[in-house]
């Protein structure tokens, strides 16, 4: 293409191109920083640990009447979205689940409610912190246990959790018996030597 033929129409339009272009970038760059990504990875960690322990809740089952479902069957976690069925029916308008997510526009973690044909998301909790949303999720989960099948002591998970609390336990002693055992050393130095400014 010779230079004669970028006429003054075609440097107009691409300098108006070039104008807008570079707003459209900035604005978009605006975009991206004001909706950051929510967290939810420890609500996704904490779900996917519970689904591999035998937990039973309450559900309303096919038949209508109350049933003992383990959790893994009742929940389950896809694309960053993580969904607790609490009514399985053949009557549409008696399904529900729990649908819980993380909307960036919002800048929440959200707990909805969905119940019959065609639903509506009810939002029942939301939070700008995840660790939030599981105490939320916690206390949902506890008012259906059905503690005739759930066993905490044959829970996996549970008994890691006591090995880990005994640990730290263990370790909180063992730290409070080295520093009584400093003072104490320091406590005999000082009574046979006087103050040193080595134990200042």
Request: aromatic share 12%; charged share 35%; net charge positive.
């Amino acid at each position: 293409m010779k230079e004669e033929e970028i006429t003054k129409g075609l440097r107009y339009f691409f300098k108006r191109l070039e104008k807008k272009s570079g707003q459209l970038y900035y604005e978009e760059e605006i975009r991206i920083q004001r909706v950051k990504k929510v967290p939810f990875e420890e609500l996704e960690k904490f779900v996917r640990a519970l689904m591999t322990q035998n937990i039973f809740i309450f559900t309303v089952g096919i038949n209508g009447k109350r049933e003992s479902t383990i959790l893994n069957k009742a929940m389950f976690n896809t694309n960053n979205v993580i969904r607790l069925y609490y009514s399985t029916s053949l009557d549409e308008f008696n399904q529900g689940y729990l649908l819980l997510r993380a909307d960036s526009n919002k800048q929440l973690v959200l707990v909805e409610r969905l119940h019959g044909v065609r639903p509506k998301p009810e939002v029942i909790y939301a939070s700008l912190d995840e660790n939030h949303v599981i105490r939320f999720f916690v206390n949902w989960i506890l008012r259906r246990v059905d503690w005739d099948k759930t066993r905490i002591k044959h829970l996996e998970l549970y008994k890691k959790f006591k090995e880990v609390e005994k640990q730290e336990h263990a370790q909180k002693i063992a730290n409070e018996l080295a520093k009584l055992e400093e003072l104490n050393i320091k406590s005999t130095f000082n009574k046979h030597f006087g103050e040193t400014k080595m134990y200042k």
